[in-house]
């Protein structure tokens, strides 16, 4: 268990790490430089979602290109997120957190912003599994050096919340490489991580997160200019993570 764990557990320690060091210099920073440094690691989020969102370029089922799949997805996503009330729910969640860790600030923005940073992508997935069913945690280790940077630059703006999303880093990426390795002899026996890399329901997942990032950049960005509620309710995109494999797998048997 502690194997399958290993990359958790270096991905949770990294974003403690960077969130520390993230408090200790943001007092000590001017506020333009810290504004600068998270509009820094916008742009850098903001590349990131458009190089996993090119993915849907290389899909095509049939006369349905990818890009409308991923719009569909996300169109889908959107609506359910709102119905199921995520992005409130994620607020308040937040909120709890900071009540029980006596946070104060933006503690809330800053738990909601990281959770969202750290643990949406192809990477939480591939690499929880990865981990989980062969005990190699490469993939996680190269996610616990671009979390450490990205938790230091966000915890230098928002606080103390960053600190807790390693919470939900330890929850989410810890609960796919637990379930791995409980299905490593049955349901997922033989599967070989790499290759989902390239399968269309994980492309699909790739090109949606993508999207996700996407917004959650651009708030980063509204965050840095401090331009107030033109922000993207990125929680409410989340089913989309889900939906769009979904569709893709649907499509894919219409047009083997």
């Known amino acids: 268990m502690l194997t399958a764990l290993s990359g958790t557990l270096a991905n949770v320690a990294a974003v403690l790490l960077g969130g520390l060091a993230g408090l200790l210099l943001g007092g000590r920073l001017p506020e333009q430089v810290q504004r600068t440094l998270l509009q820094a690691l916008a742009l850098v989020t903001l590349f990131i979602g458009m190089d996993m ?3 849907l370029r290389e899909l095509a089922f049939g006369p349905v290109p990818g890009v409308v799949v991923g719009l569909v997805a996300m169109v889908l996503g959107a609506v ?4 199921l009330g995520i ?5 308040r969640m937040g909120e709890r957190v900071q009540r029980r ?3 104060g600030g933006r503690f809330t923005e800053g738990f909601v912003a990281a959770t969202l940073l750290f643990c949406v992508g192809p990477m939480t ?3 929880g599994l990865q981990n989980g069913l062969t005990g190699d945690p490469t993939t996680y280790l190269l996610k616990a050096g671009l979390d450490l940077v990205a938790a230091t630059a966000l915890a230098g703006v928002y606080g103390s919340g960053v ?3 390693a919470l939900s880093v330890l929850v989410i990426q810890g609960g796919i490489a637990l379930g791995a390795l409980a299905l490593a002899g049955g349901l997922l026996s033989g599967l070989d991580p790499a290759s989902l890399r390239t399968h269309p329901a994980m492309l699909t997942l790739t090109g949606t997160g993508g999207l996700v990032l996407l917004g959650i950049g651009w708030n980063l960005m509204l965050g840095g200019l401090d331009l107030g509620e033109r922000r993207v309710r990125v929680g409410s995109f989340l089913p989309a993570l889900l939906l769009g494999p979904l569709l893709a797998w649907a499509l894919g048997l219409l047009w083997k």
């Open 53 to 55: 969102a090119w993915a």
């Open 80 to 83: 359910a997120g709102e119905l």
């Open 87 to 91: 992005e409130d729910a994620l607020g």
């Open 101 to 103: 860790l006596r946070g």
């Open 125 to 127: 997935i591939i690499g």
């Open 163 to 165: 600190l807790a999303s």
